[in-house]
């Protein structure tokens, strides 16, 4: 058994010498491939901001994790946690927590 894996081992080693290298298409692709997963893991890190009671610790939120949007919306880029549950896609405009936001970052 052992022979026949050292045997598999120089098989595999030799197909992948024989295996024609990459151009630049090659390398451009993996350059994508890479970009690619680096804004997936970006987004999968965005932080998370626990908050006990909305919209009156709005405040603890950063400015850096707010962006305003052109209708005036502010979004935030990343979640927030109030008890067990996690919510992202927040946007406030018009409301208190709006309000505060406004109050705190609006000359961003």
């Not at 970009?35 to 405040?59: G, I, K, M, Q, Y």
């Amino acid at each position: 058994m052992a022979r026949r894996l050292v045997n598999r081992g120089k098989e595999s080693a030799a197909l992948i010498d024989a295996a024609p290298k990459g151009g630049k298409a090659t390398r451009l692709i993996c350059a994508i491939g890479v970009a690619a997963f680096s804004l997936v893991t970006d987004s999968a890190r965005a932080e998370t901001f626990v908050v006990d009671r909305w919209p009156d610790d709005v405040n603890m939120i950063p400015c850096s994790a707010w962006e305003k949007a052109d209708d005036g919306t502010w979004v935030l880029i990343g979640r927030i946690k109030i008890g067990a549950s996690e919510t992202t896609n927040v946007g406030v405009k018009g409301d208190a927590a709006a309000r505060a936001v406004e109050k705190k970052c609006g000359k961003k």
